[in-house]
């Protein structure tokens, strides 16, 4: 399907100015006419103005208002004749009908939609009775809008399951391919949005893992969904605009807007990450400590401030490892006697 750009002219303020002349003026004519019954042209003219009375509504059923960045599918017995997308007042065919099978979907985005219980562009209702008769807005919003899915429980590359959810901000490029190609260009797109994100995030690890190769190219990198949230965002992007490319719709930019653990792991993750930390600065500690037990024996040795053997350095060094490796305070025990 391709899409025709409609441009006709924007007639739609003279139609109605000469469509309003024309009802006052069968007005006048139903008037006169039946006052002047006697004059050869005063039935017709009475026959003329009733008949217009009765039909002369129809031309207000082709005027057609578009605000900037909106856009009109029309369709005329069935037939697609094009898209109106400039702004203005005109006027078309009467018998063309607006086409929108995603004017009452609610995704809880930003645009033309809304969440909860609210109805979805509705222009107004009326009641009658027990049934109530809405018209919605037929109208396509050419506008960037932002989808915010829900959050996916997914399993990464290692197993583990994590919560994940991002924001994706779109627009309609292709009027025709997206109220002709799919059933429904919104709730497509948030499907489409659904899978994009599952192929993506099994494919990395919550974390830097070892081992791991997250690009194809067959070696292990350092990628992750934690530390490498662009790649991972614009992956899920170009993915995406793969899918929904046949819908008429491009994807501007997609951002991770949450990541986190599942409920029922994020407890043993956080052990296991504060267990990470405690040794990486105890391996720290360490290096440093035996830095200094190493300086202090080369100085010693350097200025000859006493001679010690090979017993006396161990018990040097185990000494001075305790003190600074220690995580309390060392209460120091002088001796006063020989070591022997």
């Not at 040795?301 to 995580?327: F, Q, Y």
């Amino acid at each position: 399907m391709k899409e025709i750009v409609l441009t006709n002219k924007k007639n739609g303020m003279a139609v109605l100015i000469l469509t309003t002349l024309l009802y006052l003026a069968a007005i006048a004519g139903c008037v006169a006419g039946g006052f002047i019954l006697d004059e050869s042209g005063s039935a017709v003219l009475l026959i003329v103005s009733i008949v217009w009375l009765c039909v002369g509504w129809f031309p207000y059923c082709g005027l057609r208002i578009l605000k900037p960045q909106e856009a009109l599918v029309l369709t005329l017995f069935g037939k697609y004749v094009g898209t109106l997308k400039n702004e203005g007042f005109y006027f078309v065919n009467p018998f063309c009908s607006a086409i929108n099978p995603a004017a009452k979907t609610s995704l809880g985005q930003s645009g033309d939609v809304n969440a909860g219980n609210q109805k979805s562009m509705t222009i107004f209702s009326v009641k009658t009775g027990s049934n109530e008769l809405q018209l919605t807005n037929k109208k396509i919003s050419l506008k960037i809008m932002t989808l915010s899915n829900s959050r996916q429980k997914i399993n990464d590359c290692l197993g583990n399951p994590v919560e994940i959810g991002i924001a994706v901000m779109w627009r309609v490029v292709d009027t025709a391919k997206a109220v002709f190609n799919v059933d429904n260009f919104k709730e497509y797109l948030s499907l489409q949005c659904d899978s994009a994100v599952r192929n993506i995030v099994r494919i990395y690890p919550y974390d830097v893992a070892p081992g791991v190769d997250t690009t194809g190219d067959g070696i292990a990198d350092d990628g992750s969904l934690r530390g490498s949230s662009e790649v991972v965002a614009s992956r899920i992007r170009n993915e995406l605009q793969e899918k929904v490319a046949e819908a008429g719709l491009e994807i501007l930019e997609t951002r991770i807007t949450y990541l986190a653990y599942a409920p029922e792991i994020a407890a043993v993750m956080l052990q296991r990450q504060q267990a990470s930390a405690v040794v990486d600065a105890r391996k720290m500690i360490v290096d440093g400590a035996v830095g200094m037990v190493e300086m202090a024996l080369e100085r010693l040795d350097e200025t000859h401030t006493v001679e010690l053997d090979e017993e006396r350095k161990a018990a040097m060094v185990s000494n001075l490892l305790v003190v600074l490796c220690g995580s309390h305070d060392v209460a120091p025990i002088v001796n006063t006697g020989s070591l022997y």
